[in-house]
RNA sequence: GCCCCGAUAGUUCAGUGGAUAGAACGACCGCCUCCUAAGCGGUAGACACAGGUUCGAUUCCUGUUCGGGGCGCCA
Protein backbone atom coordinates (compact mmCIF):
# COMPACT_ATOMS: atom_id res chain seq x y z
CA UNK A 1 0.00 0.00 0.00
CA UNK A 2 0.84 3.63 -0.65
CA UNK A 3 0.00 5.42 2.61
CA UNK A 4 0.40 9.13 0.42
CA UNK A 5 -1.93 7.67 -2.38
CA UNK A 6 -5.17 10.00 -1.60
CA UNK A 7 -2.11 13.11 -1.77
CA UNK A 8 -1.92 12.76 -5.59
CA UNK A 9 -5.38 13.39 -6.80
CA UNK A 10 -5.33 16.98 -5.44
CA UNK A 11 -1.94 17.96 -7.14
CA UNK A 12 -3.18 16.34 -10.44
CA UNK A 13 -6.50 18.61 -9.72
CA UNK A 14 -4.27 21.78 -9.23
CA UNK A 15 -2.07 20.73 -12.08
CA UNK A 16 -3.82 19.03 -14.58
CA UNK A 17 -0.81 18.97 -16.61
CA UNK A 18 0.90 16.26 -14.25
CA UNK A 19 0.38 12.49 -14.11
CA UNK A 20 1.13 10.65 -11.27
CA UNK A 21 4.32 9.14 -12.12
CA UNK A 22 5.57 12.47 -11.80
CA UNK A 23 4.97 12.98 -7.97
CA UNK A 24 7.24 11.34 -5.71
CA UNK A 25 7.03 11.32 -1.73
CA UNK A 26 10.07 11.40 -0.04
CA UNK A 27 11.19 10.97 3.72
CA UNK A 28 12.38 15.04 4.95
CA UNK A 29 15.81 15.04 6.27
CA UNK A 30 14.68 15.90 9.57
CA UNK A 31 11.21 14.96 10.88
CA UNK A 32 10.48 18.79 11.98
CA UNK A 33 10.41 19.75 8.17
CA UNK A 34 7.59 17.86 7.96
CA UNK A 35 5.99 14.21 7.59
CA UNK A 36 6.19 13.85 4.05
CA UNK A 37 8.65 15.93 1.22
CA UNK A 38 7.12 15.97 -2.34
CA UNK A 39 10.47 17.00 -4.71
CA UNK A 40 9.55 19.50 -7.31
CA UNK A 41 12.19 18.30 -9.83
CA UNK A 42 9.69 16.34 -12.24
CA UNK A 43 7.35 18.52 -12.07
CA UNK A 44 8.78 21.44 -12.51
CA UNK A 45 10.64 20.25 -15.84
CA UNK A 46 7.08 19.39 -16.88
CA UNK A 47 5.94 22.52 -16.44
CA UNK A 48 8.65 24.53 -17.37
CA UNK A 49 9.08 26.30 -14.04
CA UNK A 50 11.68 26.49 -11.56
CA UNK A 51 11.47 23.99 -8.40
CA UNK A 52 11.32 26.37 -5.98
CA UNK A 53 8.53 28.72 -7.54
CA UNK A 54 6.52 25.25 -8.04
CA UNK A 55 6.95 24.61 -4.47
CA UNK A 56 5.66 27.99 -3.05
CA UNK A 57 2.78 28.08 -5.93
CA UNK A 58 1.75 24.86 -4.82
CA UNK A 59 1.54 25.61 -1.55
CA UNK A 60 -1.40 28.04 -2.34
CA UNK A 61 -2.75 26.31 -4.90
CA UNK A 62 -3.02 23.16 -3.96
CA UNK A 63 -6.26 21.80 -1.63
CA UNK A 64 -5.53 19.08 0.33
CA UNK A 65 -8.07 18.39 3.05
CA UNK A 66 -7.80 17.32 5.52
CA UNK A 67 -5.22 14.65 5.59
CA UNK A 68 -2.49 17.48 5.66
CA UNK A 69 -2.34 19.70 8.45
CA UNK A 70 0.31 21.89 6.95
CA UNK A 71 2.05 23.07 3.40
CA UNK A 72 5.44 24.57 3.47
CA UNK A 73 7.49 25.48 0.77
CA UNK A 74 11.46 24.45 1.53
CA UNK A 75 13.38 25.30 -2.23
CA UNK A 76 12.62 22.70 -4.32
CA UNK A 77 10.61 20.35 -2.01
CA UNK A 78 7.00 20.52 -0.77
CA UNK A 79 6.84 19.29 2.97
CA UNK A 80 3.63 18.36 4.01
CA UNK A 81 2.79 17.68 7.84
CA UNK A 82 -0.12 15.07 7.87
CA UNK A 83 -2.65 14.02 10.25
CA UNK A 84 -0.72 11.04 11.33
CA UNK A 85 -3.70 9.47 13.42
CA UNK A 86 -5.80 9.12 10.20
CA UNK A 87 -2.98 7.69 7.68
CA UNK A 88 -1.38 5.55 10.68
CA UNK A 89 -4.34 3.89 11.74
CA UNK A 90 -5.16 2.68 8.36
CA UNK A 91 -1.41 1.18 7.94
CA UNK A 92 -1.80 -0.59 11.03
CA UNK A 93 -5.24 -1.77 10.37
CA UNK A 94 -3.89 -2.99 6.89
CA UNK A 95 -0.83 -4.67 8.01
CA UNK A 96 -3.11 -6.71 10.77
CA UNK A 97 -5.58 -7.41 8.07
CA UNK A 98 -3.42 -8.93 5.73
CA UNK A 99 -1.21 -10.69 8.36
CA UNK A 100 1.21 -12.88 6.34
CA UNK A 101 0.08 -11.73 3.35
CA UNK A 102 1.18 -7.99 4.16
CA UNK A 103 3.27 -6.46 1.51
CA UNK A 104 2.74 -9.04 -1.31
CA UNK A 105 0.57 -6.92 -4.45
CA UNK A 106 -0.41 -10.84 -5.47
CA UNK A 107 1.16 -9.93 -8.92
CA UNK A 108 1.91 -13.72 -9.89
CA UNK A 109 -1.67 -14.92 -9.75
CA UNK A 110 -1.52 -17.44 -11.89
CA UNK A 111 1.65 -17.48 -13.29
CA UNK A 112 4.34 -20.12 -13.06
CA UNK A 113 8.20 -19.63 -12.21
CA UNK A 114 10.72 -22.23 -12.87
CA UNK A 115 14.16 -20.81 -10.85
CA UNK A 116 17.32 -23.53 -11.09
CA UNK A 117 19.76 -22.24 -8.76
CA UNK A 118 22.73 -24.24 -6.17
CA UNK A 119 24.00 -26.86 -8.51
CA UNK A 120 27.27 -27.43 -7.08
CA UNK A 121 29.55 -29.83 -8.20
CA UNK A 122 29.63 -33.15 -6.49
CA UNK A 123 32.57 -33.22 -4.68
CA UNK A 124 32.76 -31.71 -1.68
CA UNK A 125 30.37 -29.97 1.38
CA UNK A 126 29.30 -27.31 0.36
CA UNK A 127 31.14 -23.32 1.59
CA UNK A 128 29.76 -20.50 1.92
CA UNK A 129 30.95 -18.89 -1.29
CA UNK A 130 28.92 -21.79 -3.16
CA UNK A 131 26.43 -21.44 -0.52
CA UNK A 132 25.61 -17.66 -1.78
CA UNK A 133 23.85 -19.32 -4.68
CA UNK A 134 21.35 -21.22 -2.82
CA UNK A 135 21.00 -18.71 -0.39
CA UNK A 136 20.19 -16.31 -3.33
CA UNK A 137 18.34 -18.42 -5.43
CA UNK A 138 16.36 -19.68 -2.74
CA UNK A 139 15.39 -16.64 -1.21
CA UNK A 140 14.30 -15.09 -4.91
CA UNK A 141 12.23 -18.30 -4.59
CA UNK A 142 10.28 -17.12 -1.74
CA UNK A 143 9.84 -14.05 -3.14
CA UNK A 144 8.15 -15.08 -6.13
CA UNK A 145 6.12 -17.45 -3.86
CA UNK A 146 5.04 -14.43 -1.88
CA UNK A 147 3.87 -12.97 -4.84
CA UNK A 148 1.62 -15.74 -5.76
CA UNK A 149 3.87 -17.82 -8.04
CA UNK A 150 3.40 -20.94 -8.82
CA UNK A 151 7.75 -21.75 -8.58
CA UNK A 152 8.96 -25.13 -9.11
CA UNK A 153 12.85 -24.97 -7.87
CA UNK A 154 15.35 -27.01 -10.10
CA UNK A 155 18.47 -28.14 -9.32
CA UNK A 156 20.49 -29.38 -11.80
CA UNK A 157 22.85 -32.06 -10.85
CA UNK A 158 26.04 -32.18 -12.31
CA UNK A 159 26.86 -36.43 -12.76
CA UNK A 160 28.83 -36.84 -15.29
CA UNK A 161 32.33 -35.38 -16.66
CA UNK A 162 35.41 -36.09 -16.41
CA UNK A 163 36.22 -35.26 -12.57
CA UNK A 164 33.66 -37.32 -11.73
CA UNK A 165 34.56 -40.11 -14.07
CA UNK A 166 38.37 -40.29 -11.98
CA UNK A 167 36.48 -39.44 -8.73
CA UNK A 168 34.19 -42.66 -9.61
CA UNK A 169 37.79 -44.62 -10.13
CA UNK A 170 39.27 -43.36 -7.27
CA UNK A 171 36.18 -44.61 -5.69
CA UNK A 172 36.21 -48.12 -6.91
CA UNK A 173 39.58 -48.21 -4.75
CA UNK A 174 38.47 -47.30 -1.89
CA UNK A 175 35.81 -49.42 0.56
CA UNK A 176 32.34 -47.80 1.29
CA UNK A 177 33.66 -43.70 0.33
CA UNK A 178 31.59 -41.60 2.47
CA UNK A 179 30.47 -38.13 1.87
CA UNK A 180 33.40 -36.55 4.61
CA UNK A 181 35.68 -38.61 2.79
CA UNK A 182 34.96 -37.19 -0.87
CA UNK A 183 36.34 -33.75 -0.69
CA UNK A 184 39.82 -35.70 -0.40
CA UNK A 185 38.92 -38.50 -3.06
CA UNK A 186 38.28 -35.57 -5.44
CA UNK A 187 41.81 -34.13 -4.92
CA UNK A 188 43.87 -36.88 -4.67
CA UNK A 189 41.90 -37.83 -7.85
CA UNK A 190 42.74 -34.91 -9.78
CA UNK A 191 46.41 -34.90 -8.54
CA UNK A 192 46.66 -38.48 -9.71
CA UNK A 193 45.39 -37.97 -12.94
CA UNK A 194 47.40 -34.97 -13.41
CA UNK A 195 51.13 -37.51 -13.15
CA UNK A 196 49.42 -40.79 -14.15
CA UNK A 197 48.54 -40.76 -18.27
CA UNK A 198 46.96 -44.03 -17.84
CA UNK A 199 44.95 -43.24 -15.16
CA UNK A 200 43.74 -39.86 -16.60
CA UNK A 201 42.89 -42.27 -19.68
CA UNK A 202 41.02 -44.92 -17.80
CA UNK A 203 38.66 -41.69 -16.77
CA UNK A 204 38.10 -40.41 -20.21
CA UNK A 205 37.28 -43.77 -21.14
CA UNK A 206 34.86 -44.74 -18.47
CA UNK A 207 33.04 -41.31 -19.54
CA UNK A 208 33.13 -42.28 -22.66
CA UNK A 209 31.40 -45.82 -21.42
CA UNK A 210 28.69 -44.30 -18.89
CA UNK A 211 27.73 -41.90 -22.10
CA UNK A 212 27.14 -44.88 -24.49
CA UNK A 213 25.22 -46.09 -22.02
CA UNK A 214 27.19 -49.24 -20.25
CA UNK A 215 25.05 -49.85 -17.41
CA UNK A 216 27.63 -50.56 -14.83
CA UNK A 217 29.65 -47.23 -15.37
CA UNK A 218 26.12 -45.46 -15.15
CA UNK A 219 25.28 -47.29 -12.15
CA UNK A 220 28.95 -46.27 -10.24
CA UNK A 221 28.65 -42.23 -11.57
CA UNK A 222 25.17 -42.74 -10.04
CA UNK A 223 26.48 -44.03 -6.73
CA UNK A 224 29.48 -41.59 -6.41
CA UNK A 225 27.11 -38.70 -7.57
CA UNK A 226 24.08 -39.88 -5.12
CA UNK A 227 26.37 -39.65 -2.33
CA UNK A 228 27.51 -36.37 -2.72
CA UNK A 229 24.39 -34.79 -3.60
CA UNK A 230 22.55 -36.42 -0.49
CA UNK A 231 25.42 -34.76 1.68
CA UNK A 232 25.19 -31.57 -0.05
CA UNK A 233 21.40 -30.98 0.56
CA UNK A 234 22.05 -32.16 4.27
CA UNK A 235 23.56 -29.31 4.55
CA UNK A 236 21.40 -27.02 2.44
CA UNK A 237 18.53 -27.86 3.96
CA UNK A 238 20.57 -26.67 7.29
CA UNK A 239 19.99 -23.19 5.96
CA UNK A 240 16.13 -23.56 4.95
CA UNK A 241 17.16 -24.35 0.94
CA UNK A 242 15.15 -26.55 -1.16
CA UNK A 243 14.39 -28.17 -4.11
CA UNK A 244 11.39 -29.24 -5.94
CA UNK A 245 13.09 -31.38 -9.18
CA UNK A 246 16.63 -32.83 -10.12
CA UNK A 247 17.42 -32.67 -13.30
CA UNK A 248 20.46 -35.27 -14.02
CA UNK A 249 22.95 -33.87 -16.71
CA UNK A 250 23.61 -37.38 -17.85
CA UNK A 251 19.75 -37.06 -19.00
CA UNK A 252 20.49 -35.05 -21.50
CA UNK A 253 23.48 -37.09 -23.52
CA UNK A 254 21.89 -38.04 -26.74
CA UNK A 255 18.89 -35.91 -27.19
CA UNK A 256 17.15 -35.77 -30.13
CA UNK A 257 15.81 -32.42 -30.14
CA UNK A 258 20.37 -31.55 -30.53
CA UNK A 259 19.64 -32.33 -34.20
CA UNK A 260 17.13 -29.08 -34.83
CA UNK A 261 19.62 -26.94 -33.18
CA UNK A 262 22.55 -28.14 -35.09
CA UNK A 263 20.50 -28.15 -38.15
CA UNK A 264 19.72 -24.29 -37.70
CA UNK A 265 23.47 -23.07 -36.74
CA UNK A 266 24.47 -25.06 -39.93
CA UNK A 267 22.11 -23.13 -42.00
CA UNK A 268 23.97 -20.11 -40.42
CA UNK A 269 27.22 -21.66 -41.03
CA UNK A 270 28.42 -21.98 -37.46
CA UNK A 271 29.40 -25.21 -37.24
CA UNK A 272 32.18 -27.58 -38.22
CA UNK A 273 34.37 -29.90 -37.28
CA UNK A 274 37.75 -28.99 -36.61
CA UNK A 275 41.43 -29.97 -37.38
CA UNK A 276 41.21 -31.79 -34.49
CA UNK A 277 37.81 -33.78 -35.31
CA UNK A 278 36.27 -31.84 -32.78
CA UNK A 279 32.29 -30.71 -33.51
CA UNK A 280 32.66 -26.96 -32.83
CA UNK A 281 30.07 -23.51 -33.04
CA UNK A 282 31.84 -20.94 -34.47
CA UNK A 283 29.73 -18.11 -32.08
CA UNK A 284 30.69 -14.91 -34.67
CA UNK A 285 28.92 -16.11 -36.97
CA UNK A 286 25.49 -15.68 -35.29
CA UNK A 287 26.44 -12.23 -33.34
CA UNK A 288 28.98 -13.16 -30.79
CA UNK A 289 31.63 -10.23 -30.70
CA UNK A 290 34.86 -11.03 -32.23
CA UNK A 291 37.61 -12.30 -30.27
CA UNK A 292 36.32 -13.41 -26.82
CA UNK A 293 35.49 -17.04 -26.68
CA UNK A 294 34.59 -16.70 -30.16
CA UNK A 295 34.49 -20.86 -30.35
CA UNK A 296 31.90 -23.62 -28.62
CA UNK A 297 33.20 -26.95 -28.37
CA UNK A 298 30.15 -29.44 -28.08
CA UNK A 299 31.80 -32.55 -29.14
CA UNK A 300 35.19 -34.48 -28.85
CA UNK A 301 36.79 -35.68 -30.93
CA UNK A 302 35.86 -39.12 -29.43
CA UNK A 303 32.44 -38.57 -29.70
CA UNK A 304 31.69 -37.62 -26.01
CA UNK A 305 30.03 -34.86 -25.46
CA UNK A 306 31.02 -31.46 -24.05
CA UNK A 307 28.64 -29.22 -20.97
CA UNK A 308 27.95 -26.94 -23.42
CA UNK A 309 25.97 -29.53 -25.28
CA UNK A 310 24.05 -31.04 -22.81
CA UNK A 311 22.91 -27.62 -21.01
CA UNK A 312 21.26 -26.86 -24.39
CA UNK A 313 18.74 -30.10 -24.24
CA UNK A 314 18.76 -28.89 -20.45
CA UNK A 315 17.59 -25.44 -21.53
CA UNK A 316 15.38 -26.82 -24.44
CA UNK A 317 13.82 -28.86 -21.09
CA UNK A 318 12.88 -26.36 -19.29
CA UNK A 319 11.39 -24.02 -21.86
CA UNK A 320 8.71 -26.97 -22.59
CA UNK A 321 7.93 -26.34 -18.80
CA UNK A 322 5.95 -23.25 -20.07
CA UNK A 323 6.53 -21.10 -17.13
CA UNK A 324 6.36 -17.38 -17.03
CA UNK A 325 9.28 -16.90 -15.63
CA UNK A 326 12.49 -19.15 -16.38
CA UNK A 327 15.42 -17.92 -13.95
CA UNK A 328 18.68 -19.28 -13.21
CA UNK A 329 20.90 -18.14 -10.62
CA UNK A 330 24.73 -18.52 -11.59
CA UNK A 331 28.36 -17.54 -10.54
CA UNK A 332 29.98 -14.54 -12.20
CA UNK A 333 32.12 -17.31 -13.63
CA UNK A 334 29.65 -18.69 -15.59
CA UNK A 335 29.02 -15.64 -17.43
CA UNK A 336 30.34 -15.38 -20.65
CA UNK A 337 29.26 -18.90 -20.60
CA UNK A 338 25.69 -18.12 -20.54
CA UNK A 339 25.60 -15.72 -22.96
CA UNK A 340 27.02 -18.15 -25.39
CA UNK A 341 24.19 -20.43 -24.71
CA UNK A 342 21.97 -18.00 -24.78
CA UNK A 343 23.50 -16.76 -28.30
CA UNK A 344 22.87 -20.19 -29.45
CA UNK A 345 19.49 -21.23 -28.31
CA UNK A 346 18.33 -17.73 -29.86
CA UNK A 347 20.20 -18.61 -33.30
CA UNK A 348 18.36 -22.15 -33.22
CA UNK A 349 15.27 -19.91 -31.66
CA UNK A 350 14.43 -20.81 -28.80
CA UNK A 351 14.60 -18.39 -25.67
CA UNK A 352 17.25 -18.49 -23.12
CA UNK A 353 16.56 -18.72 -19.41
CA UNK A 354 16.93 -15.06 -17.52
CA UNK A 355 20.30 -15.32 -15.84
CA UNK A 356 21.28 -14.09 -12.44
CA UNK A 357 24.52 -13.50 -11.43
CA UNK A 358 26.16 -13.23 -8.00
CA UNK A 359 29.83 -12.66 -7.31
CA UNK A 360 32.78 -14.50 -5.26
CA UNK A 361 32.69 -14.73 -1.46
CA UNK A 362 36.21 -13.49 -0.33
CA UNK A 363 37.82 -14.28 2.91
CA UNK A 364 39.84 -11.10 4.82
CA UNK A 365 43.09 -12.54 3.65
CA UNK A 366 42.01 -13.19 -0.36
CA UNK A 367 40.01 -15.83 -2.07
CA UNK A 368 38.98 -19.17 -0.54
CA UNK A 369 41.06 -22.28 -1.65
CA UNK A 370 40.32 -25.57 -1.34
CA UNK A 371 43.73 -26.92 -1.39
CA UNK A 372 45.08 -24.09 0.70
CA UNK A 373 42.21 -24.91 3.16
CA UNK A 374 41.51 -21.52 2.46
CA UNK A 375 37.51 -22.43 2.73
CA UNK A 376 34.60 -21.88 5.66
CA UNK A 377 32.38 -24.36 5.19
CA UNK A 378 28.74 -24.09 5.64
CA UNK A 379 28.15 -26.85 7.73
CA UNK A 380 31.05 -25.68 10.60
CA UNK A 381 29.83 -22.15 10.52
CA UNK A 382 26.45 -23.18 11.10
CA UNK A 383 28.36 -25.78 13.91
CA UNK A 384 30.49 -22.77 15.72
CA UNK A 385 27.34 -20.11 15.37
CA UNK A 386 25.02 -22.67 16.95
CA UNK A 387 27.20 -23.49 19.92
CA UNK A 388 27.83 -20.17 20.57
CA UNK A 389 24.16 -18.74 20.41
CA UNK A 390 23.25 -21.82 22.36
CA UNK A 391 25.15 -20.24 25.28
CA UNK A 392 23.15 -17.27 24.41
CA UNK A 393 20.19 -18.62 24.71
CA UNK A 394 21.05 -21.09 27.77
CA UNK A 395 21.35 -18.11 29.87
CA UNK A 396 18.24 -16.24 28.23
CA UNK A 397 15.88 -18.91 27.98
CA UNK A 398 16.38 -21.37 31.11
CA UNK A 399 12.89 -22.65 31.65
CA UNK A 400 13.32 -23.88 27.65
CA UNK A 401 13.62 -27.39 26.96
CA UNK A 402 17.06 -28.42 25.45
CA UNK A 403 15.44 -29.42 22.13
CA UNK A 404 13.71 -25.86 22.24
CA UNK A 405 16.82 -24.02 23.12
CA UNK A 406 18.73 -25.94 20.21
CA UNK A 407 15.91 -24.82 17.76
CA UNK A 408 16.24 -21.60 18.78
CA UNK A 409 20.45 -21.36 18.44
CA UNK A 410 20.04 -23.14 15.09
CA UNK A 411 17.95 -20.45 13.92
CA UNK A 412 20.07 -17.63 15.03
CA UNK A 413 23.22 -19.76 13.10
CA UNK A 414 21.26 -19.38 10.19
CA UNK A 415 20.21 -15.96 10.72
CA UNK A 416 23.52 -15.04 10.74
CA UNK A 417 24.76 -16.59 7.81
CA UNK A 418 21.79 -15.81 5.48
CA UNK A 419 21.50 -12.05 6.73
CA UNK A 420 25.17 -11.48 5.87
CA UNK A 421 25.15 -12.79 2.53
CA UNK A 422 22.17 -11.84 1.37
CA UNK A 423 22.07 -8.18 2.21
CA UNK A 424 25.00 -7.55 0.11
CA UNK A 425 24.39 -6.57 -3.27
CA UNK A 426 24.70 -9.67 -5.34
CA UNK A 427 27.22 -8.44 -8.15
CA UNK A 428 29.70 -6.86 -5.37
CA UNK A 429 32.14 -9.35 -3.54
CA UNK A 430 31.42 -10.06 0.11
CA UNK A 431 34.20 -9.83 2.55
CA UNK A 432 33.18 -12.85 4.89
CA UNK A 433 34.50 -12.11 8.13
CA UNK A 434 34.28 -15.08 10.88
CA UNK A 435 34.72 -12.94 13.76
CA UNK A 436 32.35 -10.39 12.15
CA UNK A 437 29.85 -13.27 11.30
CA UNK A 438 29.73 -14.98 14.42
CA UNK A 439 29.56 -11.67 17.17
CA UNK A 440 25.88 -11.43 16.54
CA UNK A 441 25.71 -7.65 17.45
CA UNK A 442 25.07 -4.55 15.25
CA UNK A 443 24.04 -5.40 11.71
CA UNK A 444 22.95 -8.82 11.71
CA UNK A 445 20.38 -11.19 11.52
CA UNK A 446 20.39 -11.98 14.63
CA UNK A 447 20.24 -8.16 15.69
CA UNK A 448 16.63 -8.48 13.22
CA UNK A 449 15.49 -11.78 15.45
CA UNK A 450 16.00 -9.91 18.87
CA UNK A 451 14.04 -7.46 17.87
CA UNK A 452 11.42 -10.15 17.35
CA UNK A 453 11.81 -11.42 20.83
CA UNK A 454 11.70 -8.68 22.57
CA UNK A 455 8.17 -7.24 20.75
CA UNK A 456 6.99 -11.40 21.50
CA UNK A 457 7.96 -10.31 25.18
CA UNK A 458 5.83 -7.71 25.35
CA UNK A 459 2.46 -9.20 23.31
CA UNK A 460 3.08 -12.00 26.37
CA UNK A 461 2.83 -9.73 29.16
CA UNK A 462 0.08 -7.80 27.49
CA UNK A 463 -3.07 -8.80 29.57
CA UNK A 464 -5.90 -7.27 27.45
CA UNK A 465 -6.97 -8.84 24.40
CA UNK A 466 -5.09 -8.81 21.29
CA UNK A 467 -8.07 -6.96 19.04
CA UNK A 468 -7.76 -7.05 15.14
CA UNK A 469 -10.17 -4.16 14.99
CA UNK A 470 -8.26 -0.70 15.02
CA UNK A 471 -9.43 2.41 15.68
CA UNK A 472 -9.46 4.76 12.99
CA UNK A 473 -7.52 7.47 15.08
CA UNK A 474 -4.41 5.96 15.73
CA UNK A 475 -2.94 8.09 18.62
CA UNK A 476 0.46 8.48 17.07
CA UNK A 477 2.11 11.54 18.42
CA UNK A 478 5.40 11.12 18.75
CA UNK A 479 8.29 10.96 15.80
CA UNK A 480 8.92 7.64 17.32
CA UNK A 481 5.54 5.86 16.88
CA UNK A 482 5.55 7.65 12.84
CA UNK A 483 8.79 6.94 11.78
CA UNK A 484 7.78 3.39 12.87
CA UNK A 485 4.36 3.21 10.89
CA UNK A 486 5.96 5.01 7.81
CA UNK A 487 8.66 2.54 8.00
CA UNK A 488 5.93 -0.10 7.47
CA UNK A 489 3.96 0.89 4.79
CA UNK A 490 6.87 1.16 3.06
CA UNK A 491 7.07 -2.56 3.04
CA UNK A 492 5.08 -3.36 -0.37
CA UNK A 493 6.93 -0.74 -2.34
CA UNK A 494 10.49 -2.75 -1.46
CA UNK A 495 8.63 -5.51 -2.51
CA UNK A 496 7.71 -4.84 -6.11
CA UNK A 497 11.25 -3.23 -6.37
CA UNK A 498 12.74 -6.20 -4.93
CA UNK A 499 10.69 -8.86 -7.96
CA UNK A 500 11.50 -6.19 -10.57
CA UNK A 501 15.11 -6.06 -9.81
CA UNK A 502 15.24 -9.80 -8.86
CA UNK A 503 17.32 -9.08 -5.77
CA UNK A 504 16.37 -9.49 -2.01
CA UNK A 505 19.47 -7.44 -0.59
CA UNK A 506 16.78 -4.70 -0.50
CA UNK A 507 14.73 -6.41 1.96
CA UNK A 508 17.65 -7.64 3.87
CA UNK A 509 18.15 -3.65 4.03
CA UNK A 510 15.21 -2.89 4.89
CA UNK A 511 14.49 -5.31 7.58
CA UNK A 512 17.25 -4.00 9.56
CA UNK A 513 15.92 -1.03 9.08
CA UNK A 514 12.62 -1.57 10.36
CA UNK A 515 14.13 -3.05 13.46
CA UNK A 516 16.51 -0.13 13.78
CA UNK A 517 12.68 1.93 13.76
CA UNK A 518 11.11 -0.10 16.20
CA UNK A 519 14.31 0.10 18.63
CA UNK A 520 14.19 3.69 18.70
CA UNK A 521 10.10 3.50 19.35
CA UNK A 522 11.05 0.89 21.87
CA UNK A 523 13.03 3.45 23.60
CA UNK A 524 11.12 6.41 23.56
CA UNK A 525 7.70 5.20 24.13
CA UNK A 526 6.77 2.48 26.84
CA UNK A 527 4.09 -0.22 25.35
CA UNK A 528 2.26 -1.59 28.48
CA UNK A 529 2.45 1.11 30.50
CA UNK A 530 1.74 4.04 28.65
CA UNK A 531 -0.48 6.47 29.98
CA UNK A 532 -3.97 5.57 28.59
CA UNK A 533 -5.27 2.77 28.20
CA UNK A 534 -6.21 3.23 24.98
CA UNK A 535 -2.36 4.28 23.89
CA UNK A 536 -1.38 0.76 25.20
CA UNK A 537 -3.95 -0.19 23.16
CA UNK A 538 -2.49 1.51 19.92
CA UNK A 539 0.87 0.66 21.11
CA UNK A 540 0.48 -3.35 21.37
CA UNK A 541 -1.06 -2.93 18.35
CA UNK A 542 1.68 -1.45 16.39
CA UNK A 543 4.13 -3.83 18.07
CA UNK A 544 2.00 -6.53 16.63
CA UNK A 545 2.05 -5.00 13.22
CA UNK A 546 5.92 -4.42 13.16
CA UNK A 547 5.91 -8.09 14.37
CA UNK A 548 4.15 -8.81 11.17
CA UNK A 549 5.98 -7.18 8.70
CA UNK A 550 9.33 -7.86 10.56
CA UNK A 551 8.40 -11.53 10.18
CA UNK A 552 7.47 -11.46 6.54
CA UNK A 553 10.48 -9.48 5.39
CA UNK A 554 12.40 -12.07 7.46
CA UNK A 555 10.50 -15.03 5.55
CA UNK A 556 11.27 -13.81 2.21
CA UNK A 557 15.40 -13.75 3.67
CA UNK A 558 14.73 -17.98 5.27
CA UNK A 559 15.08 -16.65 8.50
CA UNK A 560 12.76 -17.28 11.46
CA UNK A 561 11.85 -15.10 14.45
CA UNK A 562 11.92 -17.29 17.33
CA UNK A 563 9.64 -16.18 19.59
CA UNK A 564 12.47 -15.95 22.40
CA UNK A 565 16.09 -15.11 22.73
C1' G B 1 46.13 -8.42 -24.67
C1' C B 2 40.61 -8.32 -24.84
C1' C B 3 35.58 -8.60 -22.41
C1' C B 4 32.20 -8.29 -17.93
C1' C B 5 31.48 -6.61 -12.68
C1' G B 6 33.03 -3.59 -8.63
C1' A B 7 35.57 0.86 -5.92
C1' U B 8 31.65 5.30 -0.31
C1' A B 9 34.61 6.28 7.15
C1' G B 10 40.34 2.22 10.05
C1' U B 11 36.87 -2.24 8.61
C1' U B 12 32.14 -4.52 6.62
C1' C B 13 28.03 -2.71 4.02
C1' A B 14 23.65 0.93 2.58
C1' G B 15 22.29 5.09 -0.48
C1' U B 16 21.06 9.33 -4.06
C1' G B 17 21.19 13.73 -10.72
C1' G B 18 19.66 18.06 -6.10
C1' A B 19 17.83 19.62 1.48
C1' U B 20 23.37 18.38 6.66
C1' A B 21 26.03 10.95 2.08
C1' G B 22 23.27 6.59 6.25
C1' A B 23 24.19 2.14 9.47
C1' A B 24 27.17 -1.38 11.93
C1' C B 25 31.94 -3.18 13.72
C1' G B 26 36.42 -1.25 15.76
C1' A B 27 38.10 3.42 18.98
C1' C B 28 36.70 6.90 22.97
C1' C B 29 32.72 8.57 26.68
C1' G B 30 28.12 7.34 29.01
C1' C B 31 23.40 4.09 30.26
C1' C B 32 20.70 -2.22 33.35
C1' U B 33 15.93 -0.67 41.06
C1' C B 34 12.88 0.94 33.95
C1' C B 35 8.29 -3.87 28.40
C1' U B 36 15.12 -9.15 27.13
C1' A B 37 22.16 -4.82 27.51
C1' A B 38 22.16 -10.14 21.23
C1' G B 39 20.19 -3.31 23.44
C1' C B 40 20.43 2.37 23.72
C1' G B 41 22.68 7.56 23.72
C1' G B 42 27.08 10.64 22.57
C1' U B 43 32.20 11.89 20.18
C1' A B 44 35.85 11.27 16.10
C1' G B 45 35.84 9.35 10.96
C1' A B 46 34.33 8.44 3.94
C1' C B 47 32.17 9.21 -1.95
C1' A B 48 39.88 5.82 -5.60
C1' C B 49 42.12 9.52 -9.34
C1' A B 50 41.55 12.80 -13.78
C1' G B 51 38.54 14.84 -17.45
C1' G B 52 33.48 15.61 -19.60
C1' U B 53 27.77 16.30 -19.76
C1' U B 54 24.48 19.38 -16.39
C1' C B 55 21.85 25.18 -13.31
C1' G B 56 23.70 21.18 -10.07
C1' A B 57 27.58 14.79 -10.33
C1' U B 58 29.38 10.70 -5.02
C1' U B 59 25.33 9.22 -8.68
C1' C B 60 25.48 9.68 -15.90
C1' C B 61 29.79 9.31 -19.83
C1' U B 62 35.23 8.63 -20.98
C1' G B 63 40.13 7.52 -19.39
C1' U B 64 43.59 5.89 -15.40
C1' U B 65 44.63 2.97 -11.07
C1' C B 66 43.29 -1.00 -7.90
C1' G B 67 40.17 -5.55 -6.72
C1' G B 68 36.93 -9.79 -8.57
C1' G B 69 35.43 -12.92 -12.79
C1' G B 70 36.12 -14.69 -17.74
C1' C B 71 38.35 -15.51 -22.84
C1' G B 72 37.35 -23.76 -27.87
C1' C B 73 38.28 -30.54 -25.78
C1' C B 74 36.76 -28.39 -16.67
C1' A B 75 31.25 -28.26 -15.14
Known amino acids: MNPYESLIAPILAAYPQLDAADIVFNTPPNPSLGDVAIPMFLPARKLKTAPPHLAAEGVEKIDFG ?5 ANAMGPYLNLKLDRAQISGKIVAAVLGEKVGFGSQQSGQGKRAVIEHTSINPNASPHVGRARCAMIGDSITRLFRFEGYD ?25 DLTFDQILDAYVQANERAKAD ?12 QMEEGNPEAQEKFRAVTDLCLKGQLAVLARIGASYDTFDHESKYVNDPRFEQILDALDKKDAVFIDEDKRLVIDLSKIGHKPEEGRYFVLRRANGSSMYGFRDLAYAL ?8 INLMVLGEDHKLYAQQQALILNAAGHPAPEALYYAYILLKDGKMSTRQ ?26 DLSADEQQTIANQVAVAAIRFAVL ?38 KYEGELSQSVSDEYP ?22 AIAQRTCASIAVYALELAHAFTTFYHD ?41
Open 197 to 208: EAFAQAGYELLL
Open 151 to 175: VDVHYYVNDMGRQIGLLVLIADELE
Open 66 to 70: PAVLE
Open 423 to 460: RVNPNKNVTFDMDAALSFQGDTGPYIQYCCARINSILR
Open 317 to 324: DKNDLGAD
Open 525 to 565: CPVLTADTPALVQARVQLCQATLQTLTNALNLLGIEAPERM
Open 476 to 497: ATSDAEWMLISKIADFSGIISS
Open 373 to 398: GKVVLLSDFLDQAATLAAERVAEQCK
